[in-house]
């Protein structure tokens, strides 16, 4: 399996509150991954520089363009609990 930064618990629909994920019924660390790991909506739907980890950072693939709204291929999901 290939490794993604946005594929762990933390960006996963399954994540429920105490990081209880639901799937398994077990506590989890926001550093786990499973083959049931589901996206959050919220980053599946609009991924963008305004919920990229990547913005205004110096790991941005394009720092001189990045903007809300703008997307490049090196979007990375942000460790959101929302
Ligand atoms: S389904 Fe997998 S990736 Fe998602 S919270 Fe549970 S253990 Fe983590
Ligand atoms: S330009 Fe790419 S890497 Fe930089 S913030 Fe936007 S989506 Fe992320």
């Not at 990081?19 to 963008?48: E, I, Q, R, W």
């Not at 205004?56 to 090196?74: D, R, V, Y």
Request: with cysteine; glycine share 4%; net charge positive.
């Amino acid at each position: 399996m290939s490794i993604r930064i946005g594929n762990s618990c933390i960006n996963c629909e399954n994540l429920s509150t105490n990081k209880l994920c639901k799937v398994h019924g077990v506590k989890v660390a926001t550093n786990y991954t499973c083959d049931s790991f589901n996206m959050k909506a919220a980053l599946k739907n609009d991924p963008n520089c305004g919920n990229c980890a990547r913005y205004e950072t110096t790991t941005c693939a394009n720092p001189q363009k990045a903007t809300p709204g703008m997307l490049c291929s090196h979007w990375a999901p942000q460790n959101a609990q929302a």
